[in-house]
């Protein structure tokens, strides 16, 4: 019988050959991630504050802060205790007069809840 080796040949390739390729994956993914987390926000908003009303309501203080005064699409929700969603409601918010203001939501639920979440926001068209 003849050896598979002396027939075909064999490829040798580098030990050192993974750790490179792997470590160009890393670093391409790091520098990736970099790029995104750096990029210009136009608008940053979080709740300031809540307050449950009632079964069927809860208010919201949205904190909008925007470099440039534009009007904002903000897409807000309610949750229960089993983080279901129990309201939700689209407002448009105009161009402000400063870069940083509250502004308040009122939401009505289908049942009680428990907190209020900001889906996205985003400049107005």
Known sequence: MTDLADRYGTRTRP???WWVVA????????AWAG????QPRPVTTEVFSYDVVSDSQIDLVLEVIREEPVAVTCSVYAQAQDHSIVGE???TIP???KD???HD???TTTERAVTGVVRSCEVAD
């Open 89 to 91: 409601k689209t407002i």
């Open 35 to 38: 790029w995104i987390a750096l």
């Open 23 to 30: 470590g160009i994956g890393i670093a391409l993914g790091v």
């Open 15 to 17: 030990p050192w050959l």
């Open 105 to 107: 939501v009122s939401l």
């Open 95 to 97: 161009a402000p007069q």
């Open 100 to 102: 940083r203001e509250l």
